[in-house]
């Protein structure tokens, strides 16, 4: 092979990085809707209420008043505040509007969180199972995910799980909640322990709270509020969940010195900002008042119990989930192996569901069902689920 040939690869540092299950399984999802098929979806990871009208107008508003020229790459002053004024009432952070900058929804966040703090070589402990893209980030940013079992380090002690995966190269806690997938909310003391390992190991924690709005036991609690912890924190966030704004992709992160510095360059680099539009559409969202996050908060709460309590007749064990809009039931009552279980059910019951082992190990032996759609679809979906168990 010529020289000239051998440069036709991609760089290396994509090398380790993937792409998940749950695109292969949307496609196959689609594939049978399109072939006539009704398909009872619990695979998606997004809002089902509509986008907020005050949002969409204003968005419009925005294009119609020409306001479609750049913006500043960081956000515009007025959302950074409105921003800094959520944070500082609803997580208790004492910041200001310097120090938050707009993000491409929370992926884009967490992308740039991982490359500044990760150099190559690096290690994170990622609590397992883990969002998807995760371990993704962190390979991208060509460091090593370490990963650490949440259940049982909730059940036997953080700290002692923490320093039982942590290797000298660890630089990084990757710290969710709630979670994506399990719905685990950790608690204030948990934050706590975590705080006082990354002090001691002198680490940075990248604490993604897209989920913060979605808390139906116990509380949210920010791990940057902590002492000494506002410095080594990088926090990301979303309007995708909070506002059914998936589509628009907007988030921000909020940190100090010398993050900021770093998320600034990778944002410039990377996107050059949030599109005007959106950051208007944005602002909309962060005036709204938070009777209206209750307000949906009970809708999932009623959803969460439908689901888990048709899971659990029908074998499919699961505990209702503290967060976020997903239950995490066991899948050993259709297999094992949450792929062939995954399999099974789509082919033979029509339910679509995302094996936990995309997860990452920690979720074999289980599966994904987000309860974030019509209360007539679980209905729908758990019918389906009895008439395929009951004949087995
Ligand atoms: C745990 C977690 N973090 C972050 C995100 C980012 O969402 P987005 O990029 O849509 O804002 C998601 C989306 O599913 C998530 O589940």
Redesign the pocket.
Known sequence: MSAKLSSLRLSKRLDEVRFSDIVQIRNKVMALRAGGEVVHGFHG?EPFFTTPLPVKYGMMQALVEDKTRYAPSSGMEPLREAIAHKLRTFNRMDVNADQVLLTV????G?YAAFQCVLDPGDDALVFSPY?TPIRDLVTGAQGRPLLVPTISARNHGITDALERYATPHTRAIYY?TPQ?PNGVVFTRQEAEEVAAFAKKRDLIVIA?E??EDLVYEGEHFSIATLPGMAERTITTY?L?KSFSM?GLRV?YVVACEPWMTGLRKIILYSTNGVSTPTQWAALEAMRMPRKFQAARLEEYRQRRDLLVQGLNELGLECMPPAGAFYVFPKSAKVHKDSRKAVGILLDRAHVATIPGVAFGAQGEGHLRFSYSVPTENIEAGIDALRKYLGHK
Do not use: K
């Open positions: 990871g929804g929370g992926s884009h967490l969002w969710n994506n993604d897209a989920y979303t995708s998936t988030g």
